[in-house]
């Protein structure tokens, strides 16, 4: 614990620090429950993104079996760019997913059977689901980072820095009551002395 001085001034920072710290506790805690919120909302979309993309995925195997061609369908698809917005949670920039683009494919249509098309397709599908998955994990890193900051903070507040400055009060209230009581005491020795030597004379 650090050194006070024990004096009134002091007393009154003290006592301004407590207010500061017991007005912003709420805020960081309000702050907290919304992070964790928004970290279960990712993990139940990220569940529903990867089933939907395991889903997609096993039926575009199951047309590959089917057709039984030998065809690399992903060599046909080319991916140029993950496109982003920036989205905001409780003060913290994040990247939200708005499209995964593709380079224009060029086959030979007469080449290859018409399932080709539609397994091209699914297999876009697929991979868009992936970048979406990529940039929740990416959400879900960045507000996992920022709640480990904000629980640290409110333990900061709770644990230490509110105990730590309440106990800083009435350190000083003790000592300065000390002090008061003390001066009485004096007084009434000093005019005890003053009335006895009075009577004295």
């Given at each position: 614990m650090a050194q006070v001085k024990l004096t009134k001034n002091e007393i009154k920072k003290q006592k301004d620090a407590l207010k500061r710290y017991q007005r912003y506790l709420p805020t960081l805690q309000l702050k907290k429950q919304q992070l964790q919120m928004v970290l279960r909302q990712i993990e139940l979309q990220k569940k529903e993104l990867q089933d939907q993309r395991d889903d997609?995925?096993?039926n575009i195997q199951q047309w590959i079996q089917v057709f039984g061609e030998e065809v690399d369908v992903a060599a046909l698809i080319e991916i140029?760019?993950?496109?982003?917005?920036?989205g905001n949670i409780a003060g913290i920039d994040i990247p939200v997913f708005k499209e995964l683009t593709f380079k224009d494919s060029q086959y030979d249509l007469f080449l290859y059977s018409l399932w080709v098309d539609r397994g091209v397709e699914g297999l876009k599908g697929v991979l868009a689901l992936d970048a979406e998955l990529f940039i929740l994990q990416r959400?879900?890193?960045l507000i996992s980072q920022e709640l480990r900051t904000t629980s640290q903070r409110v333990n900061l507040f709770e644990k230490v820095k509110i105990p730590e400055t309440k106990e800083n009060i009435r350190r000083i209230q003790i000592y300065l009551g000390d002090q008061q009581t003390a001066a009485v005491v004096r007084g009434k020795i000093s005019k005890g002395k003053i009335d006895a030597s009075g009577g004295a004379a």
């Amino acid at each position: 614990m650090a050194q006070v001085k024990l004096t009134k001034n002091e007393i009154k920072k003290q006592k301004d620090a407590l207010k500061r710290y017991q007005r912003y506790l709420p805020t960081l805690q309000l702050k907290k429950q919304q992070l964790q919120m928004v970290l279960r909302q990712i993990e139940l979309q990220k569940k529903e993104l990867q089933d939907q993309r395991d889903d997609l995925y096993s039926n575009i195997q199951q047309w590959i079996q089917v057709f039984g061609e030998e065809v690399d369908v992903a060599a046909l698809i080319e991916i140029d760019t993950i496109v982003t917005e920036s989205g905001n949670i409780a003060g913290i920039d994040i990247p939200v997913f708005k499209e995964l683009t593709f380079k224009d494919s060029q086959y030979d249509l007469f080449l290859y059977s018409l399932w080709v098309d539609r397994g091209v397709e699914g297999l876009k599908g697929v991979l868009a689901l992936d970048a979406e998955l990529f940039i929740l994990q990416r959400q879900y890193e960045l507000i996992s980072q920022e709640l480990r900051t904000t629980s640290q903070r409110v333990n900061l507040f709770e644990k230490v820095k509110i105990p730590e400055t309440k106990e800083n009060i009435r350190r000083i209230q003790i000592y300065l009551g000390d002090q008061q009581t003390a001066a009485v005491v004096r007084g009434k020795i000093s005019k005890g002395k003053i009335d006895a030597s009075g009577g004295a004379a």
